[in-house]
């Protein structure tokens, strides 16, 4: 191999600052491993900090190159790290968490970070579940739901919401999907939702109230944020619990306090989903094997070519994507 395949983000900007260039052959140091990118990872995420809207958040700056997490076979390990490694298939997460270093055939990673992936698992599905499914897992079990409670999925058929759909009903939940467009609800429904509503109608959260008997749900996981959260928030059951996490409709759902307090409602932000690379590491490792055994199962609505990755961002922001969007080298 001549060279190595890079996207990278000359400065902040649109989706045509994504550029592929080839950088030399990578080598692994001392406690690392270089891994054959089988597939990268892309969020919404990925989209703000090219643009330049996630300073605040990111430390990343130009050039660099984006996507935080990649699966794919490690061809080889630096002094110290296990040779046994080589050849097996992994998830790992790159540039320490800070979203970038993924887009590319290869990337050298710290080997105290490799997570096997098994082997009645597809690395193209483990990928798919590196990011979103291990912050689906994190925020299905700090929700804490219980059978027959009343689940409320707001942006249903993302990457994430596809697996809390699966997660709540696997628990004995009755399952509220919001989306919009009626592919995105059948989408939904058929991934085992009991009602679907589309937020994109001005009363949406009345329709939530409805259908639940005029509680409310009593969990609500808001993937969307901007006025559909905030919508989101007024479905919440008094004594409810809602993680109000998403940003891709402009920025995070802004809910009051004092509305919160007199309803008794906890609510969580983007800051309580944060995991360390230890935790990230730990959670991966169950979420890789309830995929494997047929347990949860991604949905990967898309790919696109790694040389094509302004494609696939534009498509992201464009919100013409369902499920997860994946960068195939």
Do not use: N
């Not at 990278?8 to 030399?24: A, D, H, S, T, W």
């Amino acid at each position: 191999m001549v060279g190595v395949l890079v996207i990278e983000v000359e400065e902040f900007g649109g989706p045509e600052v994504l550029v592929p260039r080839e950088v030399p052959d990578l080598e692994a140091g001392a406690g690392e491993a270089v891994v054959k990118v089988t597939a990268a990872d892309t969020l919404f995420v990925d989209t703000q900090i090219r643009s330049g809207r996630a300073q605040e958040f990111f430390g990343v700056k130009p050039p660099y190159v984006p996507g935080g997490a990649v699966s794919g076979e490690v061809v080889s390990v630096g002094e110290g790290v296990d040779p046994a490694w080589i050849g097996r298939g992994i998830i790992a997460y790159t540039g320490d968490l800070e979203g970038h270093g993924g887009y590319a055939e290869q990337v050298v990673v710290a080997a105290c970070g490799l997570v096997p992936v098994p082997g009645d698992l597809g690395l193209r599905e483990a990928a798919a579940l590196v990011h979103d499914g291990v912050s689906a897992y994190g925020l299905f079990e700090r929700a804490e739901i219980k059978p027959r409670d009343r689940v409320l999925v707001v942006g249903a058929t993302g990457g994430a919401g596809v697996l809390l759909i699966q997660l709540a009903r696997a628990r004995g939940a009755t399952v509220i999907a919001a989306a919009r467009e009626q592919r995105k609800l059948c989408l939904a429904r058929g991934l085992g939702a009991d009602i679907v509503v589309d937020y994109s109608e001005p009363d949406w959260a009345e329709h939530v109230r409805d259908a639940t008997g005029g509680a409310g749900a009593r969990v609500v996981l808001d993937g969307v944020g901007g006025e559909i959260g905030k919508a989101a928030f007024d479905a919440v059951a008094s004594g409810g619990w809602m993680s109000a996490h998403g940003s891709p409709t402009g920025g995070f759902s802004v809910i009051d306090p004092e509305e919160a307090v007199r309803r008794q409602v906890t609510v969580q932000g983007i800051g309580d989903m944060q995991m360390g690379l230890g935790e990230r590491k730990r959670a991966a490792a169950p979420v890789l094997e309830e995929a494997a055994a047929g347990r949860l199962r991604p949905l990967i609505g898309q790919t696109f070519p790694l040389e094509r990755a302004t494609e696939a961002h534009a498509a992201i922001e464009g919100r013409a994507v369902i499920g997860k969007t994946l960068l195939i080298p």
